[in-house]
């Protein structure tokens, strides 16, 4: 039961443009989500994470959008660089006693071409 | 560097021997975690500390595992009788608190190849 979904095993940009990751979700109880980047043989890199009392957050290039009707969370980098070639992972927590009890999806591999 | 520490970085046993992977959190935080990361997926939970007591455990923790924490610090995670489908890498993350809004902080991680 994968109750974080990425549904797109890979984007390729132009460096500039807009990178737009997608990331859908089944659990109604989760209420944190959080954006993870990872190098091969690296740990994932924290991004930028939102409640779900927000629909929006940004950080610099980084923006989360977050659709509770729709279960739906996207990032978007804008201008996407080179250096953000990654693997891109969503995750989500139910929050109490369990938050940090982290449900990733299977991770987007991006790539920005110069 | 305070950042989450791991070691060893990389592990190659054989089948059947046990090996034990060390995680040292970010000092301040009392939560630990530990993940498994497959290739080609995103990690998936096994297991969390609060302070010293383990609060939780995934069923993808068998029983030849086992995770301590035995000061609140750093903390081990033994494999015993290593499988080749144990092979992976093993993810160690910290926060603070119990609050929602603290961020998780995972380590660079240590591999695992089972021969």
């Known amino acids: 039961d994968q109750q974080v979904k990425q549904n797109s095993p890979s984007l390729s940009v132009q460096e500039g443009r807009i990178s737009i990751l997608n990331c859908d979700y089944t659990n109604s109880m989760f209420d944190y989500f959080l954006w993870y980047k990872k190098y091969p043989a690296e740990g994932p890199t924290f991004l930028i994470s939102?409640?779900?009392?927000?629909d929006k957050n940004e950080d610099g290039r980084f923006t989360v959008f977050l659709n509770k009707s729709a279960k739906h969370l996207s990032l978007h980098i804008v201008p996407s660089q080179p250096g953000d070639s990654a693997v891109y992972f969503c995750a989500a927590s139910d929050g109490g006693t369990s938050y940090g009890k982290l449900t990733f999806g299977q991770g987007t591999i991006l790539t920005v071409h110069p | 560097d305070t950042g989450v520490s791991q070691d060893p970085r990389h592990k190659i046993t054989k089948r059947g021997q046990n090996v034990t992977f060390r995680c040292d959190p970010i000092s301040e935080h009392n939560r630990l975690y530990w993940y498994r990361q497959t290739l080609g997926q995103g990690p998936e939970f096994l297991t969390y500390f609060q302070n010293e007591a383990q609060l939780e455990k995934s069923r993808l923790l068998s029983d030849r595992f086992s995770a301590e924490r035995p000061k609140g610090s750093f903390s081990t995670l033994e494999i015993q009788r290593t499988e080749q489908g144990d092979s992976a890498m093993y993810l160690c993350?910290?926060?603070?608190?119990?609050?929602?809004?603290?961020?998780?902080?995972f380590g660079e991680g240590s591999w695992l190849t089972v021969v």
């Open positions: 939102i409640s779900s009392i927000k």
């Open positions: 993350a910290s926060s603070a608190a119990l609050n929602s809004g603290n961020t998780i902080y």
